[in-house]
């Protein structure tokens, strides 16, 4: 009797049918995915027809279909593998896995799905966008093959990590204050380092590294950490260049004191400078002395001999140097720092083309 038979040994054409809101009760994997995972607040835009899910933190992106597909032949490959059948999509959205963390796909998608004002269209001066933001942007560019993306943030990092000394010191003022706890860099520059190194972008080299001069040795071997919660470190072959080029910044270091102590000691000036710089030179209670004894100690050669003597405040009887004695050692600085930038790629054993040389 069919009664006394077990219902699994019938053959399937013969098995009760399963009722169907049993079956729409138990959601598929790709469901699962998207319920399970957190939805972004910016970018669950509800008439967006793919979902974008991030495999770290699951975090799942409502965006739109062809506006991606259009700016990034990646993602239009990958979306065209996507289905849009019932079982692998989403509320009818096709859904699409990254091997990315939300914070870096945020980054690019507030660029290719801009909800605010273009993130590389900003005013003269205005402030840059966040080494955060163009780390994923470069990083995700660089991935999915956004060349021209990649070229704008690439083109604003070279403002900042420039080839000319004059240049640099449009971005950075020559007379910023000495060495002090508030200007020495922060670890940014591995990153900086890390990104050149990714696009083969060797002009951001050499500021990069040169700004590595300001920070303890210590602080350069923990590494930087990326929003996104990796901890970036310098490859052993850079983390050997920024050792090893600390003699040359040590040894530059101390030509320059020396020099700027004989320019005291030989100035001939008739409104008596000389004794002035000398007292300034013998008088500087400042770490610039300290760092020269430590040869992998932090660097000094980025201090400014010519803003100490203008803004030392202990002159005998309150009466600084002279305009034109003032110049002398503005201009000898200028010499100094124009053979130290001139000689920056060969202290890190880097070749980048088109360095400037010294003038001749
Ligand atoms: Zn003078």
Redesign the pocket.
Request: hydrophobic share 25%.
């Given at each position: 009797m069919a009664d006394s038979h077990c219902q699994d040994c019938l053959p399937p054409n013969k098995r009760p049918r399963v009722n169907p809101e049993a079956v729409d009760a138990s959601p598929t994997p790709v469901v699962r995915l998207v319920q399970d995972a957190e939805r972004d607040e910016e970018f669950w835009l509800e008439d967006g027809n793919i979902i974008l899910v991030t495999t770290l933190r699951p975090t799942a992106f409502r965006v739109y279909k062809a506006l991606l597909a259009r700016q990034v032949e990646a993602f239009a490959d990958m979306f065209a593998s996507s289905t849009a059948q019932e079982s692998e999509s989403y509320q009818g959205c096709p859904v699409v896995q990254l091997a990315d963390a939300p914070e870096d796909l945020r980054h690019l998608l507030r660029v290719l799905v801009p909800t605010t004002d273009p993130l590389f269209c900003r005013a003269k001066d205005g402030p840059l966008p966040t080494l955060h933001q163009f780390s994923a942007i470069i990083r995700l560019s660089h991935k999915y093959r956004i060349e021209r993306l990649q070229e704008q943030a690439l083109t604003v990092l070279k403002d900042q990590y420039c080839n000319t000394l004059n240049a640099y010191d449009r971005r950075v003022s020559v007379y910023a204050p000495p060495v002090s706890e508030s200007c020495i860099p922060t670890t940014h520059m591995i990153e900086i380092i890390e990104l050149a190194r990714l696009t083969d972008t060797t002009s951001l080299l050499p500021v990069a590294f040169y700004e590595t001069q300001g920070m303890l040795l210590e602080l350069l071997m923990d590494g930087w950490l990326r929003e996104n919660g990796t901890v970036v470190h310098l490859s052993r072959g850079d983390l050997q260049r920024c050792v090893n080029s600390r003699a040359d910044f040590h040894n530059a270091s101390l030509d320059r004191t020396l020099r700027m102590v004989r320019l005291a000691d030989t100035?001939t000036?008739e409104?008596g400078?000389r004794p002035t710089l000398i007292h300034f030179c013998g008088g500087l209670d400042s770490d610039m002395y300290l760092c020269l004894e430590d040869p992998l100690g932090r660097d000094t050669s980025q201090c400014s001999w010519s803003w100490l003597v203008e803004n030392y405040d202990c002159y005998p009887d309150g009466i600084a140097?002279?305009e034109?004695?003032i110049a002398k050692v503005r201009a000898q600085e200028k010499e100094d720092r124009e053979k130290l930038w001139a000689r920056l790629p060969w202290i890190f054993s880097i070749e980048v083309p088109g360095w400037p040389a010294l003038p001749t």
């Open positions: 100035v000036c409104l400078c140097p002279c034109t004695c």
